[in-house]
C-alpha cells in the first residue's frame, strides 16, 4: 500500500466515526437527564464538543432544540462524498 491510500483510509475513518458519534449524540440529546461526564456518554460527548461549542454560537438552539450536532452529520457527510466518494477529489487523484 502506498502512501495515498494509506492516508485515505484513515480518513475515511475517522470521518465515518465522527458521523457514528454525532449520530449517537443527536440520539442522547433526546434523554436530557442523561449527564454526559459519566462512561460510557463521556466517550461520545468529548470528541464531539469541541465542534459542537463554535456551531452553537454561530446557530444557537432553534425552540430549545440544538440543530449543531445534525449540521455536523451533513458537514462531514459532505467532506466525506467530496473527498472520497466515487468522483471525490482524493479518489479521482489516486486514479
Do not use: C, H
Not at 492516508?7 to 436530557?32: D, H, K, Q
Not at 464531539?48 to 461549542?53: C, D, K, S
Request: charged share 10%.
Amino acid at each position: 500500500m502506498n502512501f495515498p491510500t494509506i492516508a485515505s483510509n484513515f480518513l475515511a475513518i475517522f470521518l465515518g466515526l465522527m458521523t457514528f458519534l454525532f449520530i449517537f449524540r443527536i440520539v442522547l440529546t433526546w434523554y436530557p437527564n442523561i449527564d454526559l461526564n459519566n462512561l460510557p456518554f463521556n466517550l461520545i460527548a468529548w470528541p464531539t464538543e469541541p465542534f459542537l461549542i463554535p456551531m452553537r454560537k454561530l446557530i444557537p438552539p432553534l425552540g430549545g432544540v440544538d440543530i449543531s450536532p445534525i449540521i455536523w452529520v451533513g458537514i462531514i457527510t459532505l467532506l466525506r462524498e467530496m473527498l472520497l466518494g466515487q468522483q471525490g477529489l482524493i479518489t479521482m487523484a489516486m486514479r
